[in-house]
């Protein structure tokens, strides 16, 4: 009379089994069918420069040949910038919009991939924007994988300097060195990177330099090693996602102060090459790469050690 009891667990157990693999099975197919369960959300700071817009269009092509059927949507950080856009009649959402618009596509699994060139003051917020958004609404998906920005590794630096090396040769064959304008930040955030990626880029290339807009590393600098090497004529591009305000004025500007009027003034002559990285091939490629990648799950605790 023991046995029927002992088997019964089992046979619950079973067919608790069976129910709940049912269940995976029809939620699969029922997303399937009303939209998609996997999507990408794309982060940039954001841009309000129509002409700086092919870069971002370059880059949405890429991520949805990269993730055929996944909804891909846009969210800009710069309040600022959202705020300009809506007021012209283009809204792009923040974040939180971002997901609510994934979520209400079907979408379970979600790639939030980082469009930032390096992991500074705009990464943190975006990690943390990210964070507070999942804990506002829980369960509602199955993960959230975050992709690093553009340099991470030496070796997206390396993938960097030669994608950037081949797409302004032809450009340099007068002998041109080329001149980089990184963002930089005030407090030196990601400053380390950006010394490594120079570090990284004069060795793939010596006649490559680099300086920042905003930060430690400035013009008056990169004019000194550009006298200290006698450069005499020099190919000027943004090292940021876009072409946008930064590299119309402050780099290629006709006002006094953009690096290219004080280059010129200075004696070196200098041609603006007005190309966002994303408008570059293997950028692309680095990009998609680190959103195929990232295995850190942000609804989750991290892998212990
Ligand atoms: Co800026």
């Given at each position: ?112 991939q980082s469009l930032h060139v390096m ?158 990285l994303g408008q570059i091939e293997g ?23």
């Amino acid at each position: 009379m023991s046995r029927p009891h002992r088997l019964l667990p089992h046979f619950f157990l079973s067919l608790l089994l069976l129910v709940s693999l049912a269940a995976c099975a029809q939620k699969n197919t029922a997303v399937g069918s009303a939209g998609s369960a996997e999507g990408v959300l794309l982060v940039a700071f954001g841009t309000s420069v129509p002409e700086a817009l092919p870069s971002m269009e370059a880059v949405d092509v890429a991520f949805k040949d990269a993730f055929p059927g996944q909804p891909v949507v846009w969210a800009y950080t710069s309040q600022r910038i959202r705020k300009k856009l809506a007021a012209e009649g283009r809204p792009v959402g923040g974040i939180s919009d971002g997901l609510e618009r994934l979520a209400g596509k079907g979408v379970r699994t979600v790639r939030v991939q980082s469009l930032h060139v390096m992991a500074g003051e705009e990464f943190s917020a975006l990690e943390r924007a990210l964070l507070l958004d999942v804990k506002a609404h829980p369960g509602r998906f199955d993960h959230v994988y975050l992709g690093r920005p553009m340099l991470e590794s030496a070796e997206d630096a390396r993938a960097l300097a030669r994608a950037v090396r081949e797409d302004t040769a032809p450009l340099r064959k007068n002998g041109s060195a080329l001149v980089l304008m990184g963002h930089g930040q005030e407090h030196g955030r990601a400053g380390l990177t950006f010394e490594g990626t120079r570090a990284v880029f004069s060795e793939s290339d010596r006649r490559t330099y680099m300086a920042t807009v905003e930060g430690a590393r400035g013009f008056d600098e990169l004019l000194a090693e550009l006298r200290k090497d006698r450069v005499r004529r020099v190919v000027l591009q943004p090292l940021m996602l876009v072409a946008g305000d930064h590299a119309r004025n402050d780099l290629a500007g006709a006002e006094d102060d953009s690096w290219a009027s004080r280059l010129t003034k200075a004696g070196i002559s200098n041609t603006a090459h007005l190309k966002g990285l994303g408008q570059i091939e293997g950028v692309r490629a680095l990009l998609v790469r680190h959103a195929k990648e990232s295995a850190d799950d942000i609804t989750r605790e991290p892998r212990k050690q």
